[in-house]
C-alpha cells in the first residue's frame, strides 16, 4: 500500500474528530474509534477487493460519514475491529452496517445539497442488489431506500426544471 499508519496518524486523528462532530448535528451518536482502529479497517482484507483507498476515504466528507457509521455499527455489536473484521463480519454484518453508514452518508448529502453525490451513490447502490452474497432478507431495505433516495432525485430535478423554466 505504501502509506504508513504512522505517516497518516495526524490525518485520521483530525479527521475522525471531524467527521464525528458532523455525524453528532446527523444526530448518530458514534461509539469511540481510534486511529488505528479506523487504520487497521480501511486497509484490511475485503472479500470484494474494494477499489476505494484510505487516502480516498480521507479526501472526502460522505466517505468518511460511511467509514466512520459503518465502524461504530461494529463496534456497538461488539466486533473487534482490525485487519480481519471485513472478513470476519462478512456477509451478514458487513451489509447491515452498510446500509446504516448508507443511509447516513446520503442524509448528509441531501443536507448539503449534493444531489450529484447522491446520484452516484445511487448507481453504486444497483451493483450492491446484484451481489450474490448480500443476505436475501436486506435486500428489500437497500431496495425502499433506492427508491426513497430516487423520489428526491426526482423531485429535486423537477423542481429545478419548473425553477429555470419560470426565470
Not at 495526524?10 to 487504520?39: A, H, M
Not at 423520489?151 to 429555470?164: A, P, V
Request: some cysteine.
Amino acid at each position: 500500500m505504501g502509506i504508513t499508519y504512522r505517516g497518516l496518524l495526524g490525518r485520521i486523528t483530525v479527521r475522525l474528530k471531524e467527521t464525528t462532530k458532523r455525524l453528532n448535528e446527523l444526530r448518530y451518536k458514534c461509539q469511540d474509534i481510534s486511529p488505528k482502529e479506523f487504520y487497521d479497517y480501511m486497509t484490511g482484507e475485503t472479500p470484494t477487493g474494494d477499489t476505494i483507498t484510505i487516502s480516498d476515504v480521507l479526501d472526502n466528507d460522505y466517505l468518511m460519514i460511511h467509514e466512520v457509521v459503518e465502524l461504530s455499527e461494529l463496534k456497538r455489536l461488539g466486533t473487534d475491529i482490525d485487519t480481519k473484521t471485513v472478513m470476519n463480519a462478512y456477509p451478514e454484518l458487513t451489509y447491515e452496517t452498510h446500509y446504516t453508514a448508507t443511509r447516513y452518508e446520503l442524509d448528509y448529502a441531501l443536507a448539503k445539497k449534493d444531489y450529484n453525490w447522491v446520484k452516484v451513490r445511487m448507481n453504486h447502490a444497483k451493483s450492491w442488489l446484484k451481489d450474490p452474497n448480500m443476505p436475501r432478507h436486506l435486500a428489500p431495505r437497500y431496495k425502499a431506500m433506492m427508491q426513497e433516495f430516487s423520489k428526491i432525485l426526482t423531485k429535486e430535478q423537477q423542481d429545478r426544471e419548473d425553477t429555470s423554466s419560470h426565470g
